[in-house]
T-cell receptor
Framework: ETGVTQSPTHLIKTRGQQVTLRCSSQSGHNTVSWYQQALGQGPQFIFQYYREEENGRGNFPPRFSGLQFPNYSSELNVNALELDDSALYLC?????????????FGPGTRLTVT | GIQVEQSPPDLILQEGANSTLRCNFSDSVNNLQWFHQNPWGQLINLFYIPSGTKQNGRLSATTVATERYSLLYISSSQTTDSGVYFCAVDRYNQGGKLIFGQGTELSVKP
């Protein structure tokens, strides 16, 4: 069984640029959620994708957007990067249809905005 | 929205000691998970425990849903137990949209 993978591991961008982060879900999982973790804080929910549709969104501006592909992998896109976007971005996958939503997390992408 | 509070925020133990971490939540939840975040940032699943008691080796957890709290017990702690422990919950009809506490940072000294 393949776990959740994310790429890239680290990324340095300049304020105003755009970034795309990628996530492959665990095999058998059809739901992907994205979280942002600032230094010293708990992760915060950005949004969730289920069957290629956004299925809930946290308190993040529209410049945070995403996609889910037919193979359930997902992308997180952030436009017009700000210094406060520097954080660890975590992707989690889970199955659905059984009422059990145990989340499994990838290793994260550490984004630095300068 | 639902609030998740963890205590204590920091904990320093000698190797071999036992500890109890607490997670309080402000409303009914559908799901509760405990995670250990290692120094590289990876969140490792410890327990999926919306109610009841589970044990896995030196770790065990209990959730009392009616009283809105969960406890994580670590026995005979080892230096490899160091890191941040997070409790996270989601609401009914909000499956998979986890709300995290601020974490307990555990440091186990040899």
């Amino acid at each position: 069984e393949t776990g959740v993978t994310q790429s890239p591991t680290h990324l340095i961008k300049t304020r105003g640029q755009q970034v795309t982060l990628r996530c492959s879900s665990q095999s058998g999982h059809n739901t992907v959620s994205w979280y942002q973790q600032a230094l010293g804080q708990g992760p915060q929910f950005i949004f969730q994708y289920y069957r290629e549709e956004e299925n809930g969104r946290g308190n993040f501006p529209p410049r945070f957007s995403g996609l889910q592909f037919p193979n359930y992998s997902s992308e997180l896109n952030v436009n017009a990067l700000e210094l406060d976007d520097s954080a660890l971005y975590l992707c989690a996958s889970s199955g659905s249809g059984t009422g059990v939503y145990e989340q499994y997390f990838g290793p994260g992408t550490r984004l630095t905005v300068t | 929205g639902i609030q998740v509070e963890q205590s204590p925020p920091d904990l320093i133990l000698q190797e071999g000691a036992n500890s109890t971490l607490r997670c309080n939540f402000s409303d009914s939840v559908n799901n509760l998970q405990w995670f250990h975040q290692n120094p590289w940032g990876q969140l490792i699943n410890l327990f999926y425990i919306p109610s009841g008691t589970k044990q896995n080796g030196r770790l065990s957890a209990t959730t009392v849903a009616t009283e809105r709290y969960s406890l994580l017990y670590i026995s005979s702690s080892q230096t490899t137990d160091s890191g941040v422990y997070f409790c996270a919950v989601d609401r009914y009809n909000q499956g998979g949209k986890l709300i995290f506490g601020q974490g307990t940072e555990l440091s186990v000294k040899p």
